[in-house]
C-alpha cells in the first residue's frame, strides 16, 4: 500500500504520537495527570534538525543528531534514576552535502565582494576629498563613489537577507555536528551523571530513528517526553517507515507555558520576590533555556541533542517540584492568556473589541498553533503549486534576459516578452 504524506502527518497525530493539550487544567489537575505516568519509564527525546525556521525543510532537509534518556522518574521525589541512554548522529545526505558545499561558496563570494567594495568606497572617499577636478572630461570620483556606496549597499542587503535563514553549514557549526561541545559535563551542583559519550560514527538517518525505536521497546510502558513534542514528533513521524506503536506523549514546552509560567507570573503578582527573580533571568518565557536560566541551570551547549535532554530532564524535575510547592494556587487568568492570548489595548488602555464584539487578542497557545499551521501551508502553496514554479522560473528567465540585454543594448518591454 502506497503510504502518501498526509497519511504519515495522520500517523503521526493518531498511531505514532499522542499528547494531553492540557487545555483547562488547574495544577492540581496537571500534577494529577502526570502522577498517572509513575509507574512508567520516561523516554526523553531531543533532536537536531536542518529545520530551525524553514517548514520546507521537512520534507528536505534531514535530521542531524537524535538523543534519548530513560529514567524511572521515582515520582519525582528526589533525584530520577538514569536507566538508558541514547546518542546517535545521522550523517549527511548527499543532497545536504551539495547544499553544504553551495552555501559556503556562495557566502564565501559575498564575504569578498562586500569586503572589495568596503576598500574601493573607502579609497573613493579618500580620492573625493582630495580630488581638484581641473580638466573637463577628467573623471569625477565623487560619481564613482555614489555608484560605488549604491552597490555595497544591494551587496550588505542580500547579505542580509541571506542571514534571515539559517544555511546548512550555520546548523551544523550552531549544532556541534562535527565535534563534541567544549564542556560536555557542566559542573551544575546534584547534576545527574549520565554517561552521553558519542561514540564519533555517523549513521544512516533510517537506522538512526529505527535505532531509537528499538531502544524504547526495550523499556515496559514507556512514556515519551519532548520539549515542543509538536515538532520533534512530526520530523520523526514522517521519516519512520514502518508501522508505528502508540506511546504517550509529555509536552515540556505545554507544561511550563501553561502551568509553570501563569503560577510564577501570578506569585510575582502577589509580591513573591523569588518568583520575580525567576521571571527577570526567564525573561518570563517558556523555552528550554529560558526556564533552565531560571532554576539557576547551566545551558553550556544547548542545541546539542544529548545535552538539551539532559536539560529537558533537569528542567522538569524541577519543574514538578516548583508546581508542588502552590497546588492550590489559582492560574485560571494567567492560564488562560497563555491558551487564547492577551487582549488587546488601545492607546487609552481600553479592551479592543472586533465587529462581533469578541475580546481581540494577541499571542496565545491556539493563535501560535494556527500561526504555524498557516505559515506551513503559505510555504507549501508557494514553493509546491506549479504554478507557482511556472511563475519563479519566467521571473527567474526574464531577470536573467533582463541582465544580459542592459549589459550590450537598452532593454525595452519588447525584449521581456
Given at each position: 500500500m502506497k503510504i502518501t504524506e498526509k497519511d504519515l502527518r495522520v500517523l503521526v497525530r493518531r498511531a505514532l504520537l499522542y499528547e494531553s493539550r492540557y487545555y483547562g487544567m488547574s495544577i492540581q489537575d496537571v500534577l494529577a495527570y502526570l502522577t498517572e505516568f509513575s509507574s512508567h519509564q520516561w523516554i526523553?527525546?531531543?533532536?537536531?534538525?536542518?529545520?530551525?525556521?524553514?517548514?520546507?525543510?521537512?520534507?528536505?532537509?534531514?535530521?542531524?543528531?537524535?538523543?534519548?534518556?530513560?529514567?524511572?522518574?521515582?515520582?519525582?521525589?528526589?533525584?530520577?534514576?538514569?536507566?538508558?541512554?541514547?546518542?546517535?548522529?545521522?550523517?549527511?545526505?548527499?543532497?545536504?552535502?551539495?547544499?553544504?558545499?553551495?552555501?559556503?561558496?556562495?557566502?564565501?563570494?559575498l564575504e569578498q565582494r562586500i569586503a572589495e567594495l568596503r576598500e574601493r568606497v573607502a579609497s573613493l572617499q579618500q580620492a573625493c576629498e582630495e580630488a581638484n577636478i581641473s580638466e573637463e572630461g577628467d573623471e569625477d570620483p565623487c560619481e564613482v563613489l555614489s555608484a560605488a556606496e549604491q552597490e555595497l549597499q544591494e551587496a550588505e542587503k542580500e547579505e542580509k537577507k541571506r542571514k534571515k535563514y539559517w544555511t546548512i553549514p550555520d546548523l551544523l557549526q550552531y549544532t556541534s555536528y562535527r565535534k563534541i561541545p567544549d564542556r560536555w559535563d557542566t559542573e551544575t551542583e546534584g547534576e545527574l551523571e549520565i554517561d552521553e559519550?558519542?561514540?564519533?560514527?555517523?549513521?544512516?538517518?533510517?537506522?538512526?530513528?529505527?535505532?531509537?525505536?528499538?531502544?524504547?521497546?526495550?523499556?515496559?510502558?514507556?512514556?515519551?517526553?519532548?520539549?515542543?513534542a509538536e515538532f520533534d514528533s512530526e520530523w520523526i513521524g514522517v521519516r519512520f517507515m514502518r508501522k508505528a506503536d502508540r506511546y504517550p506523549v509529555i509536552d515540556t514546552l505545554r507544561i511550563n507555558r501553561l502551568f509553570l509560567t501563569p503560577m510564577l507570573k501570578t506569585l510575582a503578582a502577589q509580591g513573591d520576590q523569588a518568583a520575580i527573580n525567576f521571571l527577570d533571568e526567564s525573561g518570563g518565557r517558556s523555552g528550554l533555556a529560558n526556564i533552565s536560566k531560571g532554576f539557576g541551570l547551566s545551558?553550556?551547549?544547548?542545541?546539542?541533542?544529548?545535552?538539551?535532554?539532559?536539560?529537558?530532564?533537569?528542567?522538569?524535575?524541577?519543574?514538578?517540584?516548583?508546581?508542588?510547592?502552590?497546588?492550590?494556587?489559582?492560574?485560571?487568568?494567567?492560564?488562560?492568556?497563555?491558551?487564547?492570548?492577551?487582549?488587546?489595548?488601545?492607546?487609552?488602555?481600553?479592551?479592543?473589541?472586533?465587529?462581533?464584539?469578541?475580546?481581540?487578542?494577541?499571542?496565545?497557545?491556539?493563535?501560535?498553533?494556527?500561526?504555524?499551521?498557516?505559515?506551513?501551508?503559505?510555504?507549501?502553496?508557494?514553493?509546491?503549486?506549479?504554478?507557482?514554479r511556472r511563475k519563479r522560473l519566467k521571473r527567474k528567465r526574464d531577470y536573467e534576459a533582463s541582465k544580459s540585454a542592459a549589459g550590450t543594448e537598452e532593454f525595452s518591454e519588447e525584449d521581456d516578452e
Open positions: 526523553f527525546l531531543d533532536l537536531e534538525t536542518t529545520g530551525l525556521n524553514n517548514p520546507l525543510e521537512l520534507r528536505q532537509g534531514q535530521l542531524l543528531e537524535i538523543a534519548a534518556i530513560a529514567v524511572n522518574p521515582n515520582d519525582w521525589e528526589g533525584e530520577p534514576k538514569v536507566v538508558g541512554v541514547f546518542n546517535r548522529k545521522i550523517e549527511l545526505s548527499n543532497r545536504t552535502k551539495q547544499r553544504e558545499a553551495q552555501d559556503l561558496e556562495v557566502t564565501a563570494a559519550q558519542w561514540d564519533r560514527n555517523y549513521i544512516d538517518e533510517q537506522q538512526g530513528i529505527n535505532e531509537f525505536f528499538a531502544f524504547v521497546d526495550n523499556y515496559e510502558n514507556p512514556v515519551i517526553v519532548i520539549q515542543n545551558v553550556e551547549g544547548h542545541h546539542t541533542a544529548i545535552i538539551d535532554v539532559k536539560m529537558t530532564l533537569m528542567m522538569l524535575s524541577h519543574a514538578i517540584n516548583k508546581l508542588k510547592e502552590n497546588p492550590d494556587l489559582n492560574i485560571e487568568a494567567e492560564h488562560g492568556e497563555a491558551i487564547f492570548g492577551r487582549p488587546v489595548t488601545d492607546a487609552e488602555g481600553n479592551v479592543v473589541r472586533d465587529e462581533e464584539g469578541k475580546i481581540k487578542r494577541s499571542g496565545g497557545d491556539i493563535k501560535s498553533a494556527a500561526g504555524s499551521k498557516a505559515r506551513r501551508k503559505w510555504w507549501s502553496k508557494k514553493y509546491h503549486s506549479r504554478e507557482q
